[in-house]
């Protein structure tokens, strides 16, 4: 069984940063994509950004591009989400997600993703 657990959101002034955490365990990740995702209130979820485990090819939202980079360690088996620039915009719940054979054009939507974490909470005050 798949489990994700994310850590690293909290409180941080416009123009702050923050990097969120997400432990995996329960598989070798080899085959995963593992994405980050974001749910502000009143609105849906949305991609922020994915990155292949095997080739460490990433992929980005338009809006983040510039300002998040995701990463992973193997040794550790986490994914990393550094946010910088951070804007008033970008406080949501953001949610670790993990997809096995994740098609291409899947990586950018949640039926990419089999598996998913509690999430964090960003707060961004402006």
């Known amino acids: 069984q798949v489990q994700l657990v994310e850590s690293g959101g909290g409180l941080v002034q416009a123009g702050g940063s923050l990097r969120l955490s997400c432990a995996a365990s329960?598989?070798?990740?080899?085959?995963?994509?593992m994405g980050w995702f974001r749910q502000a209130p009143g609105k849906e979820r949305e991609f922020v950004a994915a990155i292949r485990w095997s080739t460490s090819i990433t992929y980005y939202a338009d809006f983040v591009k510039g300002r998040f980079t995701i990463s992973r360690d193997n040794a550790k088996n986490t994914v990393y989400l550094q946010m910088n620039n951070l804007k008033p915009e970008d406080m949501a719940i953001y949610y670790c997600?993990?997809?096995?054979?994740?098609?291409?054009?899947?990586?950018?939507?949640?039926?990419?993703?089999?598996?998913w974490g509690q999430g964090t909470q960003v707060t961004v005050s402006s």
């Open positions: 329960g598989r070798t990740f080899s085959w995963y994509t």
């Open positions: 997600a993990a997809g096995l054979y994740t098609q291409a054009t899947d990586i950018m939507s949640e039926r990419g993703y089999g598996y």
